[in-house]
């Protein structure tokens, strides 16, 4: 099987995907962070995690899922968090100490994801080299 049709790449595009959700997360993550002082702020978060499972749920198995993924559905969507109750008078509702957690742990996941896609690439070196993907 040649590599290019073997789906190989199925991988690398759904971790894409999650790297550009990780990415989106911070950005909005650090907005609320930079508004923790606006009045009637509400944070903003980013909806991925729901999206993905959805995806990858089915098929026989894991690379079935994989390879039957619709990644125009994959991409993380912003939306305002008015669940997190608002303890101030000015109807914020950022607590800084909880964002700056949020932003560590995507921190963590983003660059989780990079060292995921960079190990897939070198799995496709490896096989292009050893002439296995012919």
Known sequence: RHILSSGAFNYINILEKTADASWLR?????????????????????????????QLTGGE????????????LLNGSIYTDYSTVSYRLDGNNVDIDT???YLAQNQIKYYTVLDSVSQEFSRLRS???NGSGN
């Open 99 to 101: 964002e700056n957690s």
């Open 26 to 54: 911070h950005s909005v993550i650090s907005n609320n962070i930079a508004n923790a002082d606006t009045p009637t702020y509400k944070r903003k978060d980013v909806t991925f995690q729901s999206y993905l499972e959805e």
């Open 61 to 72: 198995s894991l690379d079935d899922a994989v390879a039957d993924a619709e990644l125009d």
């Open 127 to 129: 096989v292009c080299k």
